[in-house]
């Protein structure tokens, strides 16, 4: 599951359907649980467990490639890397 900006409002993209929301993401992100999601780029919030795939510049949910910002990216990589290690 993530979530993508377009102007002032949000996709939420899940498996099964797509849910347009009147709310800037800025006010998305605050209604989620932190340690599950986080912003990756100015248009995105992605759901940490549903990551497939990780690159230096994007990432893979399901079919979606997501890009990550330069200003995300340490933190990402980081929170991603972490939740891998704890999940075993």
Do not use: W
């Not at 998305?28 to 990780?54: C, G, I, N, Q, T």
């Amino acid at each position: 599951m993530f979530v993508e900006a377009m102007q002032n409002y949000c996709i939420i993209h899940t498996p099964a359907r797509k849910l347009i929301c009147y709310i800037t993401l800025t006010a998305m992100l605050e209604k989620l649980p932190a340690d599950r999601f986080m912003k990756v780029h100015k248009s995105y919030v992605v759901a940490l467990e549903r990551v497939s795939r990780l690159t230096g510049t994007s990432l893979q949910i399901e079919s979606h490639t997501i890009p990550i910002s330069r200003t995300h990216r340490n933190e990402v990589t980081a929170r991603i890397a972490n939740r891998l290690l704890f999940k075993r």
